[in-house]
């Protein structure tokens, strides 16, 4: 089953509606540039609204806490603080940064998309391979110049379905919907990412994180009735 995260919610009432949705994971963002950014105290406030609603009994998503380029010991501080799950790293984080952190890691690697990519897939290949060996879960995402994600910008899916054959990644980027059904389908990702896809005037929407999430299961379920995908035995 395709892993579904929602980030970069800054209310209570949002990340509810994802769990209630059945999101894997939902996302805070850290990243003082970062529209979406929320401090450490807006944060608590919301992981304590969304903990007393697991307390009724929903099954818990992964809470991920999202950094970029921030020193490690405030990004470790903030996860004992907040008892966060996971952590993205969104910036140039390099192996040894990674090896910092306390809790599971996912690493943003980012795909130009006015860089011929026959420059940029070396480079690529080599980050997933590393980060892969090291026990971390890999984002692709489309680079905008100062910006770390939730963009809404997509990039070649067949480049993205290319990498997702060699190892386990996320998809991101460009994320809705109306399109995460093809995504699945199209790249065969582990999991898929999305922000300002399942928002309206900049703020998220309950009803598509709803579809977005219905997407994603609908896709599987096509995926395992799939004469192809049993003949071949494929699967995650």
């Known amino acids: 089953m395709t892993h579904a995260k929602v980030c970069g919610f800054r209310s209570a009432a949002g990340a509810i509606a994802a769990i209630d949705a059945g999101a894997d994971a939902i996302g805070l963002v850290f990243v003082p540039s970062a529209g979406r950014r929320v401090t450490v105290d807006a944060a608590s406030d919301i992981l304590r609204e969304v903990r007393a609603h697991l307390a009724r009994g929903e099954q818990a998503p992964e809470i991920v806490g999202l950094f970029a380029d921030q020193p490690a010991e405030e990004v470790n501080d903030t996860v004992e603080r907040l008892s966060l799950d996971s952590v993205q790293l969104c910036g140039s984080e390099g192996m040894a940064y990674a090896a910092q952190m306390t809790v599971a890691v996912y690493k943003v690697i980012s795909i130009d998309p006015n860089i011929p990519i026959s420059s ?7 980050l997933q391979q590393r980060h892969q060996l090291a026990g971390h879960g890999i984002v692709i995402d489309t680079k905008v110049a100062g910006e770390y994600g939730g963009t809404g910008q997509r990039f070649d899916w067949e480049l993205a379905a290319g990498l997702a054959e060699g190892f386990d990644m996320s998809l991101a980027g ?62 995650r």
């Open 174 to 235: 460009g994320l809705t919907p109306d399109n995460v059904g093809e995504a699945v389908a199209q790249v065969r990702p582990w999991g898929v990412d999305t922000s300002s896809g399942v928002e309206t005037d900049g703020e998220k929407d309950p009803a598509k994180i709803r579809a977005f999430v219905e997407a994603v299961r609908d896709a599987d379920a096509a995926l395992a009735r799939s004469p192809l995908k049993r003949l071949l035995g494929r699967g």
């Open 120 to 126: 940029q897939l070396p480079k690529i290949m080599v």
